[in-house]
């Protein structure tokens, strides 16, 4: 089966990568390898694929899929039977200041991959979309049924809109698509704007790490070994256009569901895992709450797990001492 894979460079998107190229799938991937994080982290996570076994059957695109024109170019006559659109401008508090990063990658470029999946009438497209859509909904955990119009962040909005984009062509064109609203995930080749790196990387540093309300805030943190089942489980089933009802709603051949760990996690217990793990404990500087975050994620995983089988398997307390293992090595290789 031959793959696209947007983001391919990113956190996600390099795992489920290496994963569809260990089975015999060949990827093509896309990434603009923009500064939001590090470059050399991204080019690193290029390295691991090919590094990982398959690179024959891995043909990589420097280029930024907000621009449909460059999409074109690239991919040429190139077969496509899939999609994981995992490519986005991530960060909750980076969209407070800069918004037209998230319309062009989240709303245009979201189109752009629609239309290229119509165009090359693909059997299934699945894509990222957030736990952040749920805003500070008080109803825990998160149900997939939900009404999620109520986002507080700009980066919430752009998902909520993927949903709705992703459902007109669902409707209009009959392609199968499956939306996942992923919830904090963490691992080896994670992200340094997430909180597990930053924390694991001050602690080591012997720097202050900033707790945001006290402390009181709760996460469903989701090991990236089991997101990614998840996602290549839905990439394996697209849904049926048989007029039923999906789960998130829809009767096109369409489905949401939410992927995570079904377990809200106080952020006190992550820093005393990180500390463990470290060896050594955390300076604290305490702050209120951040603008468009929430005080609580929280998976119900009825859906996916009834329709997919998805069971995450891998707690915090054995997930963290995996990533801190990770990261002392990456950091003693790039200094």
């Known amino acids: 089966m031959q793959v696209l894979v947007t983001g391919v460079a990113g956190f996600i998107g390099s795992h489920v990568a290496r ?29 691991a694929i090919t590094a990982g076994g398959g690179a024959e059957r891995f043909t990589f695109h420097q280029l930024d899929f907000s621009d449909h024109e460059a999409i074109d170019a690239a991919l040429g006559a190139t077969e496509i039977e899939r999609i994981v659109h995992l490519g986005a401008q991530a ?3 980076y969209s407070l200041t800069n918004p037209r990063a998230y319309v062009a990658s989240n709303l245009a470029g979201h189109v752009n991959m629609l239309e290229l999946a119509r165009a090359r009438r693909v059997d299934q497209m699945v894509y990222a979309s957030s736990s952040s859509v749920y805003g500070t909904s008080p109803d825990l955990p998160f149900r997939v049924e939900q009404r999620v119009d109520f986002p507080i962040s700009l980066y919430a909005a752009t998902k909520k809109a993927d949903e ?9 064109y009959r392609i199968p698509q499956t939306g996942l609203r992923f919830f904090t995930v963490y691992g080896p080749w994670g992200r340094p704007d997430m909180a597990v790196w930053g924390f694991t990387d001050k ?33 394996d089933n697209p849904p049926a256009d048989d007029g039923q009802v999906k789960a998130g709603g829809s009767v096109s051949p369409h489905r949401l569901y939410n992927i995570g760990n079904n377990k809200a996690e106080e952020l006190e217990t992550l820093i005393t895992l990180i500390e463990e793990a470290c060896g050594q404990k955390a300076i604290r500087i305490d702050k209120g709450m951040q603008p468009g975050d929430v005080p609580a994620t929280y998976a119900d995983l009825t859906a996916i797990r009834d329709d997919l089988g998805f069971r995450p398997t891998t707690p915090i307390a054995v997930g963290i001492p995996l990533w801190v293992e990770w990261y002392k090595g990456y950091r003693a290789r790039r200094g």
Not at 164 to 172: F, K, P
């Open 91 to 93: 960060g909750v508090r």
């Open 164 to 172: 709705l984009m992703s459902e007109t062509y669902a409707h209009l």
């Open 19 to 47: 994963r569809l190229l260990a089975r015999g799938d060949t990827v093509v991937g896309i990434d603009n390898l923009n500064d939001y994080n590090p470059v050399q982290l991204k080019r690193d996570r290029l390295e």
């Open 203 to 235: 602690i080591l540093s012997g720097q202050p790490i900033e707790v945001y309300n006290g402390g009181n805030m709760r996460r469903d943190f989701t090991y990236i070994d089991d997101i990614v089942t998840g996602i290549v489980a839905a990439l």
